[in-house]
């Protein structure tokens, strides 16, 4: 079993950064892939961001190419989202998951945490 915390989310202006934290525990050796998914206010969850535990494989939304980074620190089991120039159309609740290959598809990803709140304001 794994479990998924996230944290690091908040209200900012538009141009603004955050850095969201995902801290993972439990039996993750079969959760090869981890990322990133939100949530807006009446919308479906969506992918953000996706990467291997090793690095070597990552993935993007289109959306947020260019502004966000994923990476990772193995020793501390923990999942980061850099997010730079935030718009208000990046306000959802965020939520790291656990997974066994990098892709965008919501399916694929067995654990979840429970979400942190990003909210930009224009």
């Known amino acids: 079993q794994v479990q998924l915390v996230e944290s690091g989310g908040g209200l900012v202006q538009a141009g603004d950064s955050l850095r969201l934290s995902c801290a993972a525990s439990g039996r993750t050796f079969s959760q090869t892939a981890m990322g990133w998914f939100r949530q807006a206010p009446g919308k479906e969850r969506e992918f953000v961001a996706a990467?291997?535990?090793?690095?070597?494989?990552?993935l993007y939304a289109d959306s947020v190419k260019g502004r966000f980074a994923i990476s990772r620190d193995n020793a501390k089991n923990t999942l980061y989202l850099q997010m730079n120039n935030l718009k208000p159309e990046d306000t959802a609740v965020y939520s790291c998951?656990?997974?066994?290959?990098?892709?965008?598809?919501?399916?694929?990803?067995?654990?979840w945490g429970q979400g942190t709140q990003v909210t930009v304001s224009s």
């Open positions: 990467t291997s535990w090793d690095g070597f494989s990552t």
């Open positions: 998951a656990a997974g066994q290959t990098v892709l965008p598809i919501r399916s694929l990803y067995n654990y």
